[in-house]
């Protein structure tokens, strides 16, 4: 099948699925997985419209803090929804969850980038290292049969969870939105360490990867 078998890593993982299909056991007939899909849509805009302004007012870090949370609540729980009502819609669900993944991440990056705590070119070099990886996750997908959606024990909870950490962080130190202080240097500097690993994660797997297919279809010589 095209969606492949679901391999997930993360960290909080095993935690994160039981609260998931507990929650989704409770919810409401008529919420369906779609609805979820555009809860958590909604949330990205939100975060990527309250990280822009910050640019006026700080305080605005709590509302991107609180869209995080409910980008993570569609995100996460539309996918468990079908699993646990038996509708699964494999391929549907493959195509939109993820066309929706990266959409959800351009906005919050540019919002990100937008706000006074992080450089723009920062912001959208995260964006295409973070897009980069997850394009490799569909074509390992698609030729092993596999979805690892984890690089090592960090997924996009994880992610969520430090980008509210920084939030907090930010709004300890530069109450006001303006200026350079030690959280935002440490931010543009924490988003830089991530790229660069990111760059050398995706070529550690694009080597491995090439290695085990071409030990599985040998170069015939003539």
């Known amino acids: 099948m ?3 078998t679901r ?4 960290l909080l993982a095993e935690p994160e699925r039981r609260l ?3 929650v989704a056991a409770r919810l409401p007939r008529w919420v369906t997985s779609d609805h979820l ?3 958590g849509v909604l949330g990205a805009v939100a975060t990527g419209v309250a990280y822009t302004l910050t640019a006026f007012d700080a305080r605005w870090l709590w509302a991107a803090s609180g869209a995080l ?3 993570w609540f569609g995100d996460s729980l539309d996918g468990t929804l079908a699993r646990v009502r038996h509708t699964e819609r494999p391929r549907y669900g493959y195509y939109l969850d993820h066309l929706v993944d990266a959409f959800c991440t351009a906005v919050v990056g540019v919002g990100i980038g937008l706000s006074p705590f992080v450089e723009l070119e920062v912001a959208l070099l995260l964006v295409v290292a973070y897009l980069a990886l ?3 996750v569909y074509l390992e997908t698609a030729v092993f049969g596999v979805f690892r959606l984890a690089y090592g024990r960090i997924g996009p909870t994880e992610a969520r969870i430090l980008l509210i950490v920084l939030n907090t962080l930010l709004l300890v130190s530069a109450p006001q939105g303006g200026g350079t202080t030690p ?5 543009n500097a924490v ?3 991530l790229v660069g690993a990111m760059g050398v994660t995706l070529l550690a797997r694009f080597i491995a990867n090439l290695q085990h297919l071409a030990r599985l279809e040998p170069l015939e010589r003539p």
């Open 69 to 71: 949370a409910f980008n």
């Open 37 to 39: 899909t555009f809860l």
């Open 134 to 136: 997850s394009i490799n």
């Open 20 to 22: 998931l299909r507990a």
């Open 191 to 193: 988003f830089l360490v």
């Open 7 to 10: 391999d997930l890593t993360f």
């Open 2 to 4: 095209a969606t492949g």
């Open 183 to 187: 959280a935002v240097l440490l931010t």
